[in-house]
């Protein structure tokens, strides 16, 4: 197969889980991995960003080991592109790195091979890599999903774009991989404890919907899933959450497995919130994001740009 055609990918950062939100709920912040694809006589990846200096350039690649697996799902067989990459998702920090790598990979095969796959089926094979649609959904649709991977090619997302508030991330300088942040969660909750969590899960997305900031704030913080265990990987947490909430959020949350933290707050206090964090964690990036609206976006390009 040739093709002749340059083109671009964008995909965005995601934050997901969002307190009791576990492996359900996530949100796209505007943070980009981005590939320029060209045809070429071998594969060859050209790393463009720090984030990324460190992974292969040929096809080893994580994003060209999905596409290869994607493609031979299809029977086709990739042709040979030098693919551009560009990133500012910092790696294993729980800002979605590996799912909008999958997220790409599967953009680039449908563009390759003409696949033209719905989102749907784009959602349900990067379900099958990522396990779950929090990150992988957000990447794709855009501003907050909420799905439900019980298996091969059964998710089920409902997709929201009409939120209104800010976002601090505070990232801590070191990784957390998700294999030892999932490590420490319990093996099974007793069915008390699994009702209890529900409920405050659902809460949280009922005042989400609602626009009842308060109150969404408040279910993050019970949450029973995860955060109380994951928050014993991160010594910072104690102090990022108390900073923020004295600094006026009304929500902090462990963003995907972590380290980083997102804090939530009223639409014009961010900067004021991010000011008071990079204060007191000298060395972190403390950084003001938004909500990314757009999922995925494939643009062609001229060969001589």
Not at 148 to 160: A, F, Y
Request: glycine content about 8%.
């Amino acid at each position: 197969m040739k093709f002749d055609q340059a083109f671009q990918i964008k995909v965005p950062a995601s934050t997901a889980n969002l307190g009791p939100g576990f492996d359900s709920v996530g949100l796209a912040v505007n943070r980009y991995l981005t590939l320029q694809v060209e045809p070429s006589q071998e594969w060859e990846f050209v790393l463009q960003s720090k984030e990324i200096e460190d992974t292969p350039t040929g096809k080893d690649n994580f994003i060209y080991k999905i596409a290869e697996k994607v493609a031979r799902a299809f029977s086709y067989e990739l042709p040979p592109c030098k693919v551009y990459v560009q990133s500012n998702i910092p790696l294993a920090r729980g800002l979605g790195s590996s799912a909008a790598a999958i997220i790409a990979a599967i953009e680039l095969v449908n563009e390759l091979c003409n696949l033209q796959l719905t989102r749907q089926q784009k959602l349900d094979l990067a379900c099958e890599f990522e396990g779950h649609p929090d990150n992988v959904g957000a990447s794709l649709y855009g501003g907050l999903v909420i799905g439900s991977h019980r298996g091969s090619k059964d998710t089920d997302l409902v997709h929201v774009d009409d939120l209104s508030f800010d976002l601090v991330v505070v990232i801590p300088p070191y990784e957390l991989k998700t294999k030892d942040a999932r490590s420490v969660l319990p093996k099974e909750l007793s069915y008390p404890e699994a009702v209890k969590a529900s409920s405050i899960s659902n809460v949280m997305i009922a005042a989400l919907l609602t626009k009842d900031l308060k109150l969404m704030g408040k279910m993050m913080e019970l949450d029973l899933f995860h955060q109380q265990y994951r928050a014993k990987l991160i010594p910072e947490f104690n102090q990022i959450h108390q900073i923020a909430k004295n600094g006026g959020a009304f929500g902090v949350a462990i963003s995907g497995a972590g380290p980083t933290i997102i804090c939530f707050t009223e639409c014009g206090h961010g900067k004021q919130l991010r000011e008071e964090l990079s204060s007191a964690f000298e060395g972190y990036q403390v950084e003001e994001v938004s909500i990314e609206k757009n999922g995925s976006v494939l643009t062609s390009l001229s060969l001589h740009e």
